[in-house]
């Protein structure tokens, strides 16, 4: 009796691991996928940072930062200062605000608690210029 106990707690285990790390593509944790998924759901020139809020809310933005008046080259953070820079390369339009949203991230079966971070770049006028996003850890 004590081994059908031990047999089914293991059996648990071993459906619970497969599950949790086993039934998703690798596609689904590329960044540039889920960047592409990001642009669907917030079109850049028509979706304005009050939609973005709005579909966040409660969540507020973890980190926030306008473009300082000498550029993003004065910016103090370096990793920042690189995903404008690539924003603006690959769209060539200019950034003018960023915000960064923190969420767990319901697609990782990697990290059941995983986390990831949606960046938001807009123009002058408030509108989404580009998203990307980015898992917690890289």
Request: contains cysteine; charged residues 25%; aromatic residues 12%.
């Given at each position: 009796?004590?081994?059908t106990?031990?047999?089914?707690?293991?059996?648990?285990?071993?459906?619970?691991?497969?599950v949790?790390?086993?039934?998703?593509?690798?596609?689904?944790?590329?960044?540039?996928?889920?960047?592409?998924?990001?642009?669907?759901i917030?079109p850049?020139?028509?979706?304005?940072?009050?939609d973005?809020?709005?579909?966040?809310?409660?969540v507020?933005?973890?980190?926030?930062?306008a473009?300082?008046?000498?550029?993003?080259?004065?910016?103090?953070?370096?990793?920042?200062?690189?995903?404008?820079?690539?924003?603006?390369?690959?769209?060539?339009?200019?950034?003018?605000?960023?915000?960064?949203?923190?969420?767990?991230?319901?697609?990782?079966?990697f990290?059941?608690w995983?986390?990831?971070?949606?960046?938001?770049?807009?123009?002058?006028?408030?509108?989404?210029?580009?998203?990307?996003?980015?898992?917690?850890?890289?």
């Amino acid at each position: 009796m004590q081994r059908t106990g031990i047999s089914a707690i293991f059996a648990v285990v071993v459906v619970l691991a497969v599950v949790s790390t086993g039934c998703s593509s690798p596609g689904a944790y590329d960044p540039k996928v889920r960047r592409e998924q990001l642009l669907a759901i917030y079109p850049p020139g028509s979706t304005t940072r009050e939609d973005v809020k709005k579909k966040w809310s409660p969540v507020m933005p973890e980190f926030t930062t306008a473009r300082p008046a000498q550029g993003w080259a004065a910016l103090e953070y370096p990793s920042v200062r690189e995903r404008v820079a690539s924003s603006e390369r690959r769209t060539g339009k200019s950034v003018q605000l960023v915000d960064c949203y923190v969420s767990p991230d319901s697609r990782s079966s990697f990290d059941l608690w995983g986390l990831c971070y949606c960046w938001f770049y807009y123009d002058a006028a408030d509108k989404v210029v580009d998203v990307e996003w980015q898992y917690h850890t890289d």
